[in-house]
């Protein structure tokens, strides 16, 4: 379950990515309000990925490459989505998005599973 919802959410970043390049082809001054729509649901999807994560390993996913990869890319995510709700972020997007898609990339590359390693900070 959490390796599929990694990848829905990436293919929601794939999608922005397409629409936001489109847009900026086209010469529009503004993000289509699809592309803002689909950077949230791909926020929340993979916030759900990562919740799934905790729930199922019963650890944050914060530990090992490809859990700790998606978390960076979540959190870049997380600033673009408020950036787009706060002004004109196509630019930014334009940058961001493949950023994004090459962290969550490689998570899924590399497997979002703990490492099996007991935690130095376990309480």
Known sequence: MVTILHGVALLGYLAVGVLQTV????GRADVPRGAT????AAVLVQ????VAFALRFGELPLVG???SLSTLAFLIALFLLFATLASDARPVGLVLLPVIVALLGAALLTGVRPTGEPLAFSG
């Open 65 to 67: 490459l490809g859990p």
């Open 37 to 40: 729509a689909l950077v949230g």
């Open 23 to 26: 847009s900026f082809a086209r």
């Open 47 to 50: 916030l759900g990925a990562l």
